[in-house]
């Protein structure tokens, strides 16, 4: 069964962060027997640079894979973190929290129909090859229609993000409202496995680069991350694909 843990990093984003995150990621994949694919070049130029992570539809099918997982290079995950493809049904697709897609999108007759107001927040996302049209590239939309259609929070506004930033997640909440897909949260799931309480990721957004850093070392500190797993880099990572 192949899993794949894809990461986007077009340009070289950000080195002191993924010095903190990826050999986390890398130890993650290496335990959930998973190959770790980064998206390297852009292959919808015309779209925000967030939308890049569609490729992950035809990479996965592509590449074979059953269970297909992304996320963000700015997220760190605990090393305890365990193999979501034990407890995610093959028919359902999972993020680490939702939002209320009123609230952030307008929108057309797929949501309306759907009805289940699904916010998808896709730093953190999975599903298996069943559901792979939650990352299928929008067909009936163009760029400029789809940002239209996004509208960021207060709290986004005044901070780095605009409405072209969260494209990525317009785009899998729209599909899955129109493909009708299965969906829960890994804090739905938590309790559920027996881990309610448990801390085994951290993704703050809204903030500068400067102060990720800062407010991810004081994570890895509080986590007692050993240095063999800071420094993780087996296998030698990260495993690059060019979309």
Same mark, same amino acid.
């Given at each position: 069964?192949? %899993?794949?843990?894809?990461?986007?990093?077009?340009?070289?984003?950000?080195?002191?962060?993924?010095?903190?995150?990826?050999?986390?990621?890398?130890?993650?994949? *290496? %335990? =959930?027997?998973?190959? /770790? @694919?980064? =998206?390297?070049?852009?292959?919808?130029?015309?779209?925000?640079?967030?939308?890049?992570?569609?490729?992950?539809?035809?990479?996965?099918?592509?590449?074979?894979?059953?269970?297909?997982?992304?996320?963000?290079?700015?997220?760190? =995950?605990?090393?305890?973190?365990?193999?979501?493809?034990?407890?995610?049904?093959?028919?359902? @697709?999972?993020? !680490?929290?939702?939002?209320?897609?009123?609230? +952030?999108? +307008?929108?057309?007759?797929?949501?309306?129909? *759907?009805?289940?107001?699904?916010?998808?927040? !896709?730093?953190?996302?999975?599903?298996?090859? &069943?559901?792979? *049209?939650?990352?299928?590239?929008?067909?009936?939309?163009?760029?400029?229609?789809?940002?239209? !259609?996004?509208?960021?929070?207060?709290?986004?506004?005044?901070? @780095?993000?605009?409405?072209?930033?969260?494209?990525?997640?317009?785009?899998?909440?729209? !599909?899955?409202?129109?493909?009708?897909? %299965?969906?829960?949260?890994?804090?739905?799931?938590?309790? %559920? =496995?027996?881990?309610?309480?448990?801390?085994?990721?951290?993704?703050?957004?809204?903030?500068?680069?400067?102060?990720?850093?800062?407010? /991810?070392?004081?994570?890895?500190?509080? &986590?007692?991350?050993? *240095?063999?797993?800071?420094?993780?880099?087996?296998?030698?990572?990260?495993?690059?694909?060019?979309?």
């Amino acid at each position: 069964m192949r %899993k794949t843990l894809y990461l986007l990093n077009i340009g070289g984003y950000a080195p002191d962060i993924t010095a903190l995150t990826y050999p986390l990621l890398a130890y993650y994949a *290496d %335990k =959930i027997g998973a190959d /770790m @694919v980064t =998206i390297t070049r852009r292959r919808f130029p015309q779209w925000p640079i967030t939308y890049e992570k569609l490729q992950i539809y035809e990479l996965a099918q592509e590449r074979g894979d059953a269970f297909s997982l992304y996320i963000d290079s700015d997220a760190l =995950i605990h090393p305890e973190t365990p193999d979501w493809s034990i407890f995610l049904p093959r028919d359902t @697709v999972a993020h !680490n929290g939702s939002d209320m897609a009123a609230v +952030r999108w +307008r929108y057309d007759h797929y949501f309306r129909r *759907d009805g289940r107001h699904f916010g998808s927040c !896709n730093w953190y996302t999975m599903a298996w090859d &069943w559901c792979i *049209d939650l990352w299928r590239p929008l067909d009936d939309l163009t760029p400029a229609q789809a940002i239209d !259609n996004i509208w960021p929070t207060v709290e986004e506004l005044r901070t @780095v993000i605009t409405a072209d930033h969260l494209v990525d997640d317009y785009a899998l909440s729209r !599909n899955i409202a129109k493909y009708g897909l %299965k969906c829960t949260t890994l804090l739905q799931l938590l309790p %559920k =496995i027996g881990l309610p309480e448990a801390n085994l990721s951290w993704h703050v957004y809204t903030e500068p680069l400067e102060r990720k850093v800062q407010f /991810m070392r004081e994570t890895l500190e509080t &986590w007692r991350i050993p *240095d063999a797993i800071r420094t993780y880099a087996h296998p030698p990572m990260p495993r690059v694909i060019h979309g």
